[in-house]
Protein backbone atom coordinates (compact mmCIF):
# COMPACT_ATOMS: atom_id res chain seq x y z
CA UNK A 1 0.00 0.00 0.00
CA UNK A 2 1.24 3.43 -0.81
CA UNK A 3 0.53 6.91 -0.14
CA UNK A 4 1.19 9.93 -1.77
CA UNK A 5 0.20 13.38 -1.20
CA UNK A 6 0.13 16.81 -3.62
CA UNK A 7 -1.27 19.57 -3.33
CA UNK A 8 -5.07 19.74 -4.40
CA UNK A 9 -5.10 22.07 -7.06
CA UNK A 10 -3.13 19.17 -8.81
CA UNK A 11 -6.09 16.85 -9.04
CA UNK A 12 -8.70 17.06 -11.60
CA UNK A 13 -12.00 18.54 -11.08
CA UNK A 14 -14.18 15.52 -11.71
CA UNK A 15 -12.06 13.55 -9.12
CA UNK A 16 -12.82 16.01 -6.58
CA UNK A 17 -16.45 16.22 -7.86
CA UNK A 18 -17.23 12.68 -7.31
CA UNK A 19 -15.79 13.02 -4.12
CA UNK A 20 -17.62 16.28 -2.71
CA UNK A 21 -20.84 15.07 -4.19
CA UNK A 22 -20.86 11.48 -2.87
CA UNK A 23 -24.00 10.81 -0.70
CA UNK A 24 -22.03 8.88 1.35
CA UNK A 25 -19.15 11.41 1.85
CA UNK A 26 -21.64 14.66 2.33
CA UNK A 27 -23.42 12.67 4.93
CA UNK A 28 -21.11 13.32 7.09
CA UNK A 29 -19.99 17.09 6.08
CA UNK A 30 -22.33 19.33 7.72
CA UNK A 31 -20.68 22.25 6.13
CA UNK A 32 -20.83 21.17 2.34
CA UNK A 33 -22.51 22.70 -0.31
CA UNK A 34 -25.56 21.02 -1.97
CA UNK A 35 -23.60 20.63 -4.98
CA UNK A 36 -20.14 21.33 -6.42
CA UNK A 37 -19.23 22.72 -9.98
CA UNK A 38 -16.02 22.46 -11.54
CA UNK A 39 -15.73 26.16 -11.16
CA UNK A 40 -16.52 25.45 -7.41
CA UNK A 41 -13.84 22.44 -6.99
CA UNK A 42 -11.22 24.52 -8.30
CA UNK A 43 -11.55 27.45 -6.14
CA UNK A 44 -12.11 25.56 -3.02
CA UNK A 45 -8.88 23.50 -3.95
CA UNK A 46 -7.08 26.72 -4.67
CA UNK A 47 -8.05 28.41 -1.03
CA UNK A 48 -7.08 25.00 0.80
CA UNK A 49 -3.67 24.97 -0.70
CA UNK A 50 -2.90 28.48 0.14
CA UNK A 51 -3.02 27.77 3.60
CA UNK A 52 0.46 26.33 3.38
CA UNK A 53 1.50 29.95 2.48
CA UNK A 54 -0.39 31.24 5.09
CA UNK A 55 0.00 29.20 8.29
CA UNK A 56 2.91 27.04 7.07
CA UNK A 57 0.85 23.50 6.60
CA UNK A 58 -2.27 22.68 5.22
CA UNK A 59 -4.48 19.81 3.84
CA UNK A 60 -3.39 17.37 0.70
CA UNK A 61 -4.71 15.78 -1.62
CA UNK A 62 -4.16 11.72 -1.19
CA UNK A 63 -3.66 8.65 -3.82
CA UNK A 64 -3.61 5.43 -2.81
CA UNK A 65 -1.58 3.47 -5.03
CA UNK A 66 -1.72 5.84 -7.44
CA UNK A 67 -5.93 6.20 -7.36
CA UNK A 68 -7.52 9.41 -5.53
CA UNK A 69 -8.34 8.87 -2.44
CA UNK A 70 -9.67 12.01 -0.89
CA UNK A 71 -7.79 15.06 1.10
CA UNK A 72 -6.39 15.39 4.92
CA UNK A 73 -3.99 17.34 6.50
CA UNK A 74 -4.28 20.05 8.91
CA UNK A 75 -5.82 23.37 8.94
CA UNK A 76 -5.91 26.08 11.09
CA UNK A 77 -8.71 26.75 13.37
CA UNK A 78 -8.91 28.73 16.32
CA UNK A 79 -5.28 28.75 16.98
CA UNK A 80 -4.72 25.51 16.65
CA UNK A 81 -3.91 22.76 14.10
CA UNK A 82 -7.66 20.84 12.84
CA UNK A 83 -6.59 17.17 11.23
CA UNK A 84 -8.99 16.78 8.86
CA UNK A 85 -9.61 13.55 6.50
CA UNK A 86 -12.47 12.84 3.99
CA UNK A 87 -11.70 9.63 2.15
CA UNK A 88 -13.89 7.88 -0.78
CA UNK A 89 -16.07 5.19 1.11
CA UNK A 90 -13.92 2.55 -0.56
CA UNK A 91 -10.90 3.66 0.99
CA UNK A 92 -12.16 4.75 4.58
CA UNK A 93 -10.20 1.53 6.01
CA UNK A 94 -6.78 3.48 5.67
CA UNK A 95 -7.91 6.51 7.46
CA UNK A 96 -6.03 5.30 10.91
CA UNK A 97 -2.31 4.73 9.16
CA UNK A 98 -3.08 7.94 7.44
CA UNK A 99 -3.97 9.90 10.71
CA UNK A 100 -0.44 8.20 12.32
CA UNK A 101 1.26 9.54 9.33
CA UNK A 102 -0.11 13.10 9.52
CA UNK A 103 0.70 13.34 13.01
CA UNK A 104 4.33 12.08 12.47
CA UNK A 105 4.60 14.74 10.11
CA UNK A 106 3.31 17.03 12.27
CA UNK A 107 6.77 17.69 14.11
CA UNK A 108 8.25 18.53 10.85
CA UNK A 109 5.93 21.16 10.50
CA UNK A 110 6.41 22.53 14.05
CA UNK A 111 2.55 21.89 14.74
CA UNK A 112 1.66 21.92 18.54
CA UNK A 113 -1.85 20.67 20.05
CA UNK A 114 -3.70 18.92 17.26
CA UNK A 115 -7.65 18.57 17.39
CA UNK A 116 -10.43 16.71 14.89
CA UNK A 117 -13.54 17.84 14.81
CA UNK A 118 -15.98 15.52 14.08
CA UNK A 119 -19.98 16.13 13.69
CA UNK A 120 -22.13 13.85 15.97
CA UNK A 121 -23.25 11.92 12.82
CA UNK A 122 -20.14 9.67 13.14
CA UNK A 123 -20.54 7.46 16.06
CA UNK A 124 -18.13 4.86 15.35
CA UNK A 125 -15.65 6.92 17.27
CA UNK A 126 -13.81 4.68 19.31
CA UNK A 127 -11.03 4.29 17.25
CA UNK A 128 -9.93 7.63 17.88
CA UNK A 129 -8.44 6.29 21.25
CA UNK A 130 -6.91 3.82 19.29
CA UNK A 131 -4.79 6.12 17.63
CA UNK A 132 -4.30 8.88 20.33
CA UNK A 133 -7.07 11.38 20.84
CA UNK A 134 -9.52 11.34 23.62
CA UNK A 135 -12.72 13.67 23.81
CA UNK A 136 -12.67 17.17 25.00
CA UNK A 137 -16.04 18.33 24.52
CA UNK A 138 -18.70 19.90 21.93
CA UNK A 139 -18.75 23.57 20.20
CA UNK A 140 -20.30 24.90 17.22
CA UNK A 141 -18.99 25.72 14.13
CA UNK A 142 -20.63 27.87 11.29
CA UNK A 143 -24.24 26.78 12.92
CA UNK A 144 -23.28 23.30 13.34
CA UNK A 145 -22.62 21.47 16.26
CA UNK A 146 -19.01 19.24 16.24
CA UNK A 147 -17.64 17.05 18.81
CA UNK A 148 -14.00 18.00 19.44
CA UNK A 149 -11.43 15.09 19.87
CA UNK A 150 -7.72 16.28 21.20
CA UNK A 151 -4.64 14.83 20.26
CA UNK A 152 -2.87 13.06 23.43
CA UNK A 153 0.95 14.14 24.16
Known sequence: MTFTFHALSDIPGEEWRALL?????????????????EHAVMEWAKGKDAQWHANGYGPW??????????????????GEA????????????????????FMHRRKELGIGPVSILLPPSRTRRRGLARIGFAFDGELEYEGQRFLKFLAVE
Do not use: C, Y
Open 21 to 37: NHRDVIRHMPLASDSWT
Open 61 to 78: SIRIDGAFAGWGGFQKEE
Open 82 to 101: DLALVLLPRFWGHGPALVRH
